[in-house]
């Protein structure tokens, strides 16, 4: 396979996995063209921060880019930046986008990412109202983020939350509005919602669950939010956090498998030659898990970027991880590890009426998942645990894991 100096790779997107992507090519001895074209004025930079130490104000703006100018000079890596494409012509091998611009490439890696979903409302448009994805969402909003004012989050998961405890620590009244019975409903089990809705009620938000909005009301300014039921709440600031979809248009469009996600394999290749998709925007294989996932996550944009790199550099090393998440939350950390599609037992270890504990979930006798609050051993140890059920059969014996007696580093021995 040609990957010397004549061929031309081109990354459409401009976040994680098309940074690791560039990175990976290069320290696996690529030195053909790398040009990299993302639709923010922004260097490539960290998300998870944002809706936490960036929204806080402690950490600068330069903190958050993941590599300085200096290092794409450096490397021989060409950013289009604040530049939007319009069309993937697959057969003349070409990005187009406004006023002429246009690349052509060897191979293409998608790498779009995802967007904020839309809540489609009358009033969406008023003065005070955000969504929360970018670096330009944070900015628009930072300033306006006052000791007393009122913030309402549309939407109790993960990144509502998260901001909801930076407010909090800011000063403002936050009230946490969501359609579902609990908190995290699409994402964690009910006694971690449960946990977290005590931990927010403690630090004062207010939350509200089984909610239906009907729209934002104010002139310029949004002033209050009205319910289908014909009542109201008042707020000063809004953001909406009710999930994201991945950005797969330019891909669907140009006749790429498209199915809640860019369809790939194992190594990132979609179902036109010589295109790849890495990141929140592609469904792929998982075969420890033997099903397919769209994950949204920085472990998953690192290692699938990794993959797709070195199928193109010839040495093809496919991406197969357990998956894995965190979040922080006031002075808790929360590690996730395993997506269960089945789970027939749950062991705790610990009490989770306070904030360090462990909920272990098991399919059959096999430990598929384990969350854990402010227990980094048992998160690293179960980890190890779920790969070893996946991939070997490992079978583990509950009582274990619940004695705290027992440190998780000998669950592995």
């Known amino acids: 396979m040609q990957v010397g100096t004549q061929m031309k790779i081109v990354i459409l997107g401009a976040g994680q996995a098309a940074l690791q992507t560039a990175m990976s090519l290069r320290q696996g001895g690529f030195d053909g063209t790398i040009d990299m074209v993302g639709n923010e004025p922004f260097l490539p930079y960290q998300r998870p921060p944002l809706s936490k130490a960036y929204l806080s104000g402690k950490l600068e703006r ?41 690349l052509a490439y060897d191979k293409l890696v998608i790498a779009t990412g995802s967007r904020p979903r839309q809540l489609a409302l009358e009033g969406r448009d008023l003065d005070g109202v955000f969504d929360l994805r970018g670096m330009a969402d944070i900015d628009a909003m930072s300033s306006a983020f006052e000791p007393g004012k009122k913030l309402t989050i549309i939407g109790g998961g993960y990144i509502g939350l998260e901001a909801a405890s930076v407010a909090r620590a800011m000063g403002l009244e936050v009230v946490v509005l969501e359609a579902a019975p609990r908190l995290l409903a699409r994402v964690a089990e009910p006694e971690i919602s449960d946990f977290y809705a005590r931990l927010h009620k403690s630090h004062g938000v207010e939350l509200r669950t089984d909610c239906q909005i009907s729209g934002f009301q104010g002139c310029q300014n949004v002033t209050a939010i009205g319910f289908q039921d014909g009542s109201h709440l008042d707020t000063d600031l809004v953001i909406i956090g009710i999930g994201i979809l991945p950005n797969v248009e330019l891909a669907s469009a140009a006749g790429i498998e498209v199915e809640n996600g860019i369809v790939v394999d194992e190594l990132g290749r979609t179902n036109v030659p010589g295109i790849y998709a890495t990141g929140d925007c592609s469904l792929h294989p998982n075969t420890l898990l033997g099903r397919r996932l769209r994950l949204e996550s920085v472990p998953h944009a690192i290692d699938q ?70 227990r980094p051993g048992e998160f690293m140890a179960g980890k190890q645990l779920i790969l070893k059920a996946y991939r070997d059969g490992h079978e583990m014996d509950p009582a274990a894991l619940a004695d705290e007696s027992v440190k998780p580093k000998s669950w592995l021995a």
């Not at 880019?65 to 930046?81: E, V």
């Not at 187009?96 to 611009?101: A, E, H, I, R, Y």
């Not at 990794?306 to 010839?314: E, R």
């Open 305 to 374: 970027s990794k993959a797709v790199a070195s199928d193109i550099l010839g040495s093809a090393q496919p991406y197969q991880e357990i998956p894995w998440f965190w979040s922080d939350q006031y002075d808790v950390k929360l590690q996730i590890s395993g997506v269960p599609d089945k789970i027939d037992h749950k062991v705790l270890r610990g009490d989770d009426t306070g904030a360090s504990f462990a909920w272990f979930y098991f399919t059959g006798k096999k430990l598929t998942g384990v969350t854990t609050v402010n």
């Open 62 to 102: 330069e903190r958050l880019f993941l590599k300085p100018q200096s290092f794409y000079d450096d490397h021989n890596i060409t950013l289009h930046l604040d530049q939007h494409i319009d069309t993937i012509d697959v057969q003349g091998s070409t990005l187009s986008g406004p006023n002429s611009f246009q």
